[in-house]
């Protein structure tokens, strides 16, 4: 059975930094793009960063550039993203995704497997 665990996620000001887990198990992380997502109650699941299987490529929202970094550990089964200069508009729950095809997909209907998400709150 496929599961991606997130952590990480939490109450910070504006300006701070998170970083952000996903344990992956019952899949070979080396074998999926990693990407993460993020949503609202008020938005839809947006995109927010992607990294191929080799970590050779990554993929950003314009809304993050300069600002958050994505990363995997094969050999730990884990991606990451790292978020610095925190905003509130970054409030959302954040999602890590999986995807076989090998792309840098940046539309949820690219993703397999789905997290449960876990919250990050950033206060002005």
């Known amino acids: 059975q496929v599961q991606l665990v997130e952590s990480g996620g939490g109450l910070v000001q504006a300006g701070g930094s998170l970083r952000l887990s996903c344990a992956a198990s019952?899949?070979?992380?080396?074998?999926?793009?990693m990407g993460w997502f993020r949503q609202t109650p008020v938005k839809e699941r947006e995109f927010v960063a992607a990294i191929n299987r080799g970590a050779i490529s990554s993929a950003y929202a314009d809304s993050v550039k300069g600002r958050f970094t994505i990363s995997r550990d094969n050999a730990k089964n884990t991606a990451y993203l790292q978020m610095n200069s925190l905003k509130p508009e970054d409030t959302a729950a954040y999602y890590c995704?999986?995807?076989?095809?090998?792309?840098?997909?940046?539309?949820?209907?690219?993703?397999?497997?789905w997290g449960q998400g876990t919250q990050v709150t950033v206060s002005s």
């Open positions: 995704a999986a995807d076989s095809s090998g792309g840098l997909g940046q539309g949820k209907y690219d993703y397999d497997y």
């Open positions: 019952g899949l070979t992380l080396s074998s999926y793009t």
